[in-house]
Structure formats: C-alpha cells, structure tokens
C-alpha cells in the first residue's frame, strides 16, 4: 500500500523514525522503493548531482518534471515528492498553484516542497493546502538562499537565527504543510521544533532528533566527487564503477570482450 501523508503524521505520533532519500532516475527510484524507502523526494539537488550545475538555482520547472515522472514510474510504495524549483513559487500564489499543480497532474506525484517560512511563503502554503495540494515546508539551510547566506553554512547560531527559524517551522505548521525538512541546524533547534510542531520533522544535517532523515542517494552510494560534513556513504560505488570502467576499456584494448566465437 501506497505511503501516504497522513501515514507520516501518525508515525510522528508512534515514534517511527521516517526514512527518506532522493532520486532523480527510474532505476535508482525503484531499488529505493523495493528496499522499503518511506519517502522518496525529487529534490532541487539534481541540479547539482545530476546536471552539474554549482547550485540548484538553475534547474527549470520543465526539468524536475522530467525527471519526476521517471521517478514516478518506478515507485509502488513511497510516497513521492518533488521540489518547486526556484522562481515557480516565489513570484505570486497563483504561479505557485501553476507550478504545483503541474507538478501533481503531469508526473503523478503525491506532493510538492517549497523552502521558506516566512509571511509570504506561508500564505503560499496555505493556499495550495486549502486547494488540496499537499506541501512539505524547509526551513533551516534552504539552498535556493545560497547567494543569500554566503553559501551553505550551518543556519540557527545566534539567538536572532535560532528564533527566526523556530517562527518558521511555527508558521509552516500552522499553514498546513504535512511535514518540513530541517537543513544543517543544531540539534538542540531541531529537537525543540521537532517537539513543538505536531507534523514530522525530516532531518539532514539536523542531528538524531528529528522524526525522520533524508539523505542525497548520491552522497549514501559514494557516488559524489564532494559531499557535505553530515552526509554518510554506505557505499563507494564512484570507486567500484571507475575500476569496472578501467577493466571493460582493458579488456576491449586487448581484445578479450567479447570473447571470440570457439571454433
């Protein structure tokens, strides 16, 4: 049975610890929903680890669909969600509900996040939730902000950062989002907010408070040329692809592959 938002909110309220990770393709978004992945989030991020782009800001509306629709087709079970790239949301509600609202009728997805918790963003999230659009809410280290925040650096540190970010989390709640990603804040913050907010929190680089975690599956296979401090591999596939590379490209060179018909 299909994961659903609700089945989030009751785990919170169980102390289910929450699994989650991104995917961008079909292949890597069925072995993650084969092996039992609660939530699966298309994030922003394949801006970065799929198309080489130094930031996500660059990444187009067009281009997440694209990929969410794969994604999509190799789900059964997880729950699905995708991110509004930057400037599809930000500009007026009604370019939010636009962008959301493709998102949801083109790819088959479950729900949408949007990063932010301040006034305008929360009344963004309120509308497209009173219109039946589900909504993950982010706040903490939002990467749409990088240029903002001088780049990707831990967020809630001064008094000032640290009650900011907790009247977000309060505000996203309040607005209706289904649950929020918590992005390279302290632990202590994470599991005030985490204690506060009746819907689950989703860390990465948040600390073992929170309700649940999400990792980049780049960072967890080995796969990444560079990944943040709170990121873990399970796996060092970049090295076991490199060598598989080096030994097809051997074997082609001295002609082993493929083997010569036997006479």
């Known amino acids: 049975m299909t994961v659903t938002t609700k089945q989030l909110i009751q785990w919170k ?11 961008y393709d079909y292949a890597v978004a069925q072995i993650l929903d084969q092996a039992g992945v609660d939530l699966i989030l298309v994030g922003d991020s394949l801006a970065m680890v799929a198309l080489g782009y130094d930031t996500t800001l660059p990444v187009t509306l067009d281009e997440m669909i694209h990929h969410a629709k794969a994604v999509r087709r190799g789900v059964k079970q997880a729950l699905i ?7 599809t949301y930000q500009e007026s509600i009604q370019q939010a509900i636009h962008s959301a609202g493709r998102i949801l009728k083109e790819t088959g997805a479950q729900a949408v996040k949007l990063e932010g918790g301040n006034e305008a963003i929360a009344q963004t999230i309120s509308k497209l939730t009173s219109i039946g659009i589900p909504v993950m809410g982010h706040i903490g280290l939002t990467p749409q902000s ?24 309060v505000a996203v709640e309040e607005a209706g989002a289904f649950a929020m990603i918590l992005e390279h804040i302290g632990a202590d913050l ?13 860390g990465i680089g948040a600390g073992v408070y929170c309700d ?24 060092n596939l970049r090295e076991n692809i490199t060598q598989a590379v080096k030994e097809y490209s051997l074997e082609v060179k001295e002609r082993k592959f493929p083997q010569p018909p036997s006479l």
């Open 212 to 235: 649940g975690q999400v990792l980049v599956i780049n960072d967890v296979l080995g796969i990444s040329d560079w990944q943040p401090p709170f990121a873990k591999s399970y796996a």
């Open 13 to 23: 309220q169980k102390g289910r610890p929450i699994v989650a990770l991104t995917a």
């Open 190 to 202: 994470a599991k005030e907010i985490t204690e506060k907010v009746s819907i689950p929190t989703i």
């Open 81 to 87: 969600v995708v991110d509004l790239p930057f400037l």
């Open 146 to 169: 990088v240029h903002q925040f001088g780049g990707y650096r831990k967020q809630g540190k001064t008094p000032d950062a640290r009650a900011r970010i907790l009247a977000e989390a």
